[in-house]
């Protein structure tokens, strides 16, 4: 465990926005020997909106003393403003699963980040529908496992990868050409984040950059989401764009597209990582 961060949390709220939250939370934690050192907040209208926080503070011996502080935290505060809320322990290393199929580009920037400590998590796994990324999945010392998709199987192969996925709390779709089971979703409800060649829901399908060559499109870009049975519906974490010209070809799109794409979903990851997302129905507040 770090020592910099064993007495470190977040905690995110929603609620209905109403007088003295900030009062409230900040009031709390100071009474309980807190420290906040991040405090983020929005409200939708400038009254009788919805409100939302994220609050990271340090506090002494807080892994002994996290117990009480919940109880606490939902009798005199969260129960009086009716809050959705959940606090994060800095040193509760999230682990993360992802899913990839042949093209590279996504995974190996979010391996590479972590290699560098850039993503604060523990990746146990990669799983694929193809051997091809063997080799550089274990080149990085993470497992590589590999299980089939077709239509004959699918709901056993995903039964399979549930099993083996186990245990994290995150899972990324490093370009994973497979339409997810629906109840496999289910069962990871907003814990799958998925990385979108496009804008959503532009050139959906097959060819994504033949088919904005073919439009002569003059941005391309990326979108990060999480996932939901309805395909490509999912609310959106982080999204960005680049300018291209008339005279770009196929490959100097999808080389430039894939740019935006392993950036756009590494961030998205990291964000999650650090607790920064808020989902509210189909959109979601991010904390940077």
């Not at 100071?30 to 939302?52: K, M, P, S, V, W």
């Not at 959940?86 to 993360?96: G, I, M, N, T, Y």
């Not at 239509?151 to 779709?173: C, F, H, P, S, T």
């Not at 499109?217 to 990060?224: F, M």
Request: hydrophobic share 40%.
């Amino acid at each position: 465990m770090n020592m910099s961060t064993a007495n470190t949390a977040r905690l995110l709220i929603t609620c209905e926005d109403k007088p003295g939250i900030v009062q409230a939370v900040s009031s709390f934690l100071y009474h309980h020997g807190a420290n906040i050192t991040a405090l983020d907040q929005y409200a939708t209208e400038a009254q009788g909106g919805r409100y939302f926080m994220r609050v990271e503070f340090e506090l002494d011996s807080l892994q002994s003393r996290k117990d009480n502080l919940l109880q606490t935290f939902e009798n005199n505060v969260a129960a009086r403003y009716a809050m959705h809320w959940r606090l994060a322990l800095v040193s509760d290393v999230k682990k993360v699963g992802i899913l990839v199929s042949k093209v590279d580009h996504a995974l190996l920037e979010l391996l590479w980040r972590h290699s560098r400590g850039g993503l604060p998590c523990e990746i146990t796994k990669v799983v694929s529908n193809h051997e091809t990324l063997r080799e550089a999945v274990e080149n990085f010392g993470i497992p590589f496992e590999v299980v089939p998709v077709t239509k004959e199987n699918k709901r056993e192969a995903y039964a399979q990868i549930d099993n083996m996925m186990q245990g994290n709390d995150l899972l990324v779709l490093a370009r994973y050409m497979q339409i997810l089971d629906e109840e496999f979703v289910r069962k990871w409800e907003m814990k799958i984040i998925n990385i979108h060649h496009s804008f959503l829901p532009a050139f959906v399908g097959a060819n994504p950059y033949k088919q904005a060559h073919e439009k002569g499109v003059k941005l391309i870009g990326a979108t990060a989401h999480y996932v939901t049975a309805e395909l490509d519906q999912g609310p959106i974490i982080e999204q960005d764009v680049e300018r291209v010209s008339h005279d770009f070809t196929v490959e100097q799109l999808r080389e430039l597209g894939q740019d935006v794409e392993r950036n756009v979903l590494a961030r998205a990851v990291k964000w999650h990582l650090e607790d920064r997302i808020i989902v509210d129905g189909n959109k979601t507040v991010v904390f940077q």
